[in-house]
Structures are given as structure tokens and as C-alpha cells.
Nanobody
Framework: QVQLVESGGALVQPGGSLRLLCAAS????????IGWFLKAPGKVREGVSC????????YYADSVKGRFTISRDNAKNTVYLQMNSLRPEDTAVYYC??????????????????????WGQGTQVTVSS
């Protein structure tokens, strides 16, 4: 049974950093497109950053460009989201998801959320002083 488990969420002050982890079991993340999504109260789910399986193409939402970095360690079957210069508006539950299909890296993050086969349970990120 495929499981994605996120970790690394916490309460952090504005300007601080966090590193989120997405670890998988029964699924080789190296062969999957991985996305990080956020869900804030009262708002729709948004794609934050995505990475493709083959050449490792990446996409970042405009709101996180220059602050967040997505990466993968295939040996550890883990995908990371390094979050720097955090802002209160980054507060949300962050989910990772894996897809065995691929359209374009931008579409996989922006519009094609339904193509993701597996989702984690989420990890809470709270940015507050």
C-alpha cells in the first residue's frame, strides 16, 4: 500500500526557515512527479512547487519563487521543500502528492491536481510572531 508521509511542519517566526519532507513507501518517487500543495483555511488548494521524475524539471508558484526550493533524494525516496524567508501568508497545511502521469510541470502544479494518484496527510506550517 502506497503511503506518503509529510513531516517538518512547525510554528516559526516570520523570516524563519523550515524544511518539509515527503517520504514514500511502496512507491519509487524517482519515477513520479511530486507536488507540494498548500491548503489555508477558507481558501482553495494551491500548488506550491512541483518536480518531474525524469529531468527534474521544477515549477514554483510566483508567491514562493526565490524563497522555496524543491529537491529530491532518490536514494532516500524522499522529496524536500526548503522554505526560507517565511511569511505569515505561508501559513497552511502542506501536502505532498505523487503522480505516475505527467503533462507539463506547470500544469501538474497549477491545474492538474486531479492527476495525482497519492496524497499525504499534510503537515501544518504556521508563520507567526
Amino acid at each position: 500500500q502506497v503511503q506518503l508521509v509529510e513531516s517538518g511542519g512547525a510554528l516559526v517566526q516570520p523570516g524563519g526557515s523550515l524544511r518539509l519532507l515527503c517520504a514514500a513507501s511502496a512507491l519509487a518517487l524517482a519515477y513520479s512527479t511530486i507536488g507540494w500543495f498548500l491548503k489555508a483555511p477558507g481558501k482553495v488548494r494551491e500548488g506550491v512547487s512541483c518536480i518531474s521524475s525524469s529531468v527534474g524539471s521544477t515549477y514554483y508558484a510566483d508567491s514562493v519563487k526565490g524563497r522555496f526550493t524543491i529537491s529530491r533524494d532518490n536514494a532516500k525516496n524522499t522529496v524536500y521543500l526548503q522554505m526560507n524567508s517565511l511569511r505569515p501568508e505561508d501559513t497552511a497545511v502542506y501536502y505532498c502528492a505523487a503522480s505516475v502521469v505527467f503533462t507539463t510541470i506547470k500544469a501538474m502544479c497549477v491545474a492538474d491536481h486531479g492527476r495525482y494518484n497519492y496524497w499525504g496527510q499534510g503537515t501544518q506550517v504556521t508563520v507567526s510572531s
